[in-house]
């Protein structure tokens, strides 16, 4: 290992205040007033500075560049157009050129295809101040790529924005064939040289990498950004156990959006008309009428709630949610030969072990980057960073990786080891070829009824069971991991305050003080005997650092639905960790008082635990705010500690 030191954001609109005239307007901007303020954002691509010009040395490694490439242009030129695909559906498309390029000069092209608004339109006469709003899409990501020689094409996928077409399910086949159309379109264009980067960030990151489902040779380079590798495990049914105030808040979000609706993300709606239409749909009749035929999309809310296996149909199209689902796609994507960069972050929902998952799965993902951050990134969530600020240059990374793959910059890249992770409390970043890391180690702790936990073996246990009262209020609050998919869903900043209060909800098995520091890197596993009162149950664990001060950290966490204990026979796709298949005919009765044992994966992380520290386990029954309660709820849970049935933690311990 080498170290080194270094699906949904909402709507918003910013206005520092509002004017009545033009004229006003215009005296202000002189003084105070940037437009940059009113600005619409799903999604939140990482931090905005640019390069300098002039270079003295050449650098390049994760999050520098200096000296290949610099910001030759300022500014951009917008244009927008309809697309017309096969089946003559029109798509509206946005291009941004760099501006005063230079004429019969050909540049790559990096392509978005958004779910959530290409861009927005404002209300005179802010519309003469910055015309269009950038929808999906950080204005100053743009900027950057324009800035440094590229064009940023933005589409509306069938059905959304000011888009024809319905959507009868979620990353459909027909919306993944538009994008090869879109391809087609872009490299037919006078300033186009016909190689193709695409990026974007949660659904974004998803439709970027949907695209390579096509093989089409132009598209060069793919960086999913918070991307879903597995749509029922990583975003809607986490450990078989649904999200549903996540999927409420994704279907409001998606069924607003869809009637030009803008008000549950901003109360400044009077200052922009909504979607941005076509320049040439001149009475906005297409517009029209593509809103129209909005109103017959599927509805995530009713689609997803109704399900509950892996391989459960929804209705009104009669699919699954592996329809829906990247690893579905596996062969295909590993076929386009695209190489692909995928970055995550250890506090990104579930999404963390689709960026780890996918990257064992696809040969053509050469780069994987996770940073200690949630989603997007929006925020650092490391409790011991100084700042929320994402410091490392997201803009800059990406740019390394299409400066080598579409413009050919010889910039050393592609010699870098594949994984580079940040780890929380050494508060490094680490670099390995493989995943997890080759020197890991996994070392189990045992449970006791003292509720001590212990790396010795079970024979040494206080041996019986310990009794745990659910406590349906326990949660990890409103700032947590899953809040930061989407705004709606957020209360501020990502973070976990000290946990010591609601551990005592909780059932907490503790180690004595650690003696030496203590790193882990990978996916912790958890092994439980437990049994409840009910023929139903959510089981829900926290891996957790206890400071000499008492205060306790979050590290990661694992879930269970004990009716999906059975460990996949053919998994679809290889996880370092035990899988299960959450499939309709694997489903395991769980039997009121029946003990059963629950293997299961927490979420990856990468984490040093202090000298001094314990480390602590802590049991839940319930994530309130996060995830659907069982039916029946159960009152209790035995858990198991004896020798014959030994609970314990499995923690990837880094050998050093």
């Known amino acids: 290992m080498i170290k080194q030191t270094l699906l949904l954001h909402p709507v918003r609109i910013i206005v520092s205040s ?65 697309v017309a695909m096969r089946d003559s559906t029109l798509l509206a498309v946005d291009v941004y050129l760099p501006k005063h390029l230079e004429k019969g000069k050909k540049i790559p092209a990096i392509l978005y295809l958004t779910r959530y608004v290409r861009s927005i339109k404002a209300k005179f006469p802010f519309s003469l101040i910055m015309d269009p709003i950038a929808g999906s899409n950080d204005i100053k990501e743009i900027e950057f790529f324009t800035d440094h020689g590229y064009a940023c094409v933005i589409v509306d996928v069938r059905g959304t924005g000011a888009s024809l077409g319905e959507r009868k399910m979620e990353f459909s086949p027909e919306e993944v064939a538009d994008g090869n159309d879109i391809v087609n379109w872009i490299i037919a264009q006078p300033w186009s040289d016909q190689n193709i980067g695409t990026t974007g960030v949660s659904y974004l990151g998803t439709t970027a990498e949907m695209l390579l489902v096509n093989k089409n040779p132009h598209v060069k ?139 064992l799965n696809t040969a053509n993902t050469l780069k994987v980057l996770i940073g200690p951050w949630d989603h997007g990134p929006a925020d650092n969530v490391s409790p011991f960073a100084l700042s929320k600020k994402v410091g490392f240059n997201i803009h800059v990374e990406m740019l390394r990786f299409f400066d080598y793959y579409l413009k050919g910059i010889d910039n050393g890249i592609e010699n870098e080891p594949k994984y580079t992770y940040f780890t929380v409390g050494e508060e490094s970043w680490e670099a390995s070829n493989t995943w997890p890391p080759r020197d890991t180690i996994m070392k189990k702790m045992y449970f006791s009824t003292d509720k001590s936990m212990t790396p010795y073996s079970p024979q040494t246990l206080k041996s019986g069971a310990v009794s745990y009262n659910i406590d349906y209020t326990a949660t990890t609050g409103g700032s947590s991991r899953w809040n930061s998919v989407t705004d709606l869903y957020k209360h501020g900043h990502s973070n976990y305050p000290d946990r010591r209060e609601e551990d005592k909800k909780l059932l907490s098995f503790t180690s004595d003080e650690i003696t030496e520091p203590t790193e882990i890197s990978g996916h912790p596993v958890m092994l439980l005997y437990l049994s409840a009162d009910a023929g139903d149950a959510t089981v829900f664990c926290y891996l957790e650092d206890v400071a000499p001060d008492s205060s306790v950290t979050y590290v990661t966490e694992g879930m269970i639905r004990p009716m999906d204990r059975k460990i996949a026979d053919t998994p679809p796709y290889h996880t370092p960790y035990p899988d299960h298949s959450y499939r309709k005919e694997d489903e395991m009765k769980f039997y009121r008082g029946e003990t059963v044992k629950l293997l299961f994966d927490m979420l990856p992380i990468s984490y040093q635990f202090r000298k001094g520290h314990r480390i602590r386990i802590s049991i839940a029954g319930a994530d309130a705010g996060h995830f659907n309660l069982p039916s029946p709820q159960p009152t209790h849970f035995d858990i198991s500690t004896s020798t014959a049935f030994p609970s314990y933690i499995e923690l990837p311990v880094v050998n050093r």
């Open 221 to 359: 380079a793919c960086i999913p950004r918070s991307g879903i590798w597995d749509l029922y495990k990583s975003v809607i049914f986490p450990g078989g156990i649904c999200q549903g105030p996540f999927i409420d808040i994704w279907g409001k979000t998606t069924r607003s959006l869809d009637n030009n609706d803008f008000s549950p993300f901003t109360k400044q709606t009077a200052l922009i008309t909504g979607i941005h239409p076509v320049n040439s749909d001149k009475h906005r009749a297409i517009l029209k009428r593509a809103l129209a035929l909005h109103k017959n999309n599927f509805d995530i809310t009713t689609g997803i709630q109704n399900l509950s296996c892996r391989d459960d149909k929804q209705a009104s199209v009669q699919a699954c949610s592996d329809d829906f689902s990247i690893h579905t796609h596996m062969h295909e994507i590993a076929a386009s030969g695209t190489a692909i960069y995928r970055i995550g972050g250890w506090y990104d929902g579930a999404l963390t072990r689709s960026a780890l998952d996918a990257s």
């Open 18 to 82: 509002a004017f009545n005239t033009f004229s006003k307007v215009k005296n202000r901007l002189l003084l105070s007033f940037s437009f940059w303020l009113l600005t619409i954002s799903i999604s939140i691509a990482g931090p905005h500075s640019h390069l300098p010009d002039v270079a003295a040395t050449k650098i390049s490694r994760p999050g520098f560049y200096r000296g290949y490439d610099s910001a030759q242009y300022r500014g951009f030129k917008y244009s927008n157009y309809y």
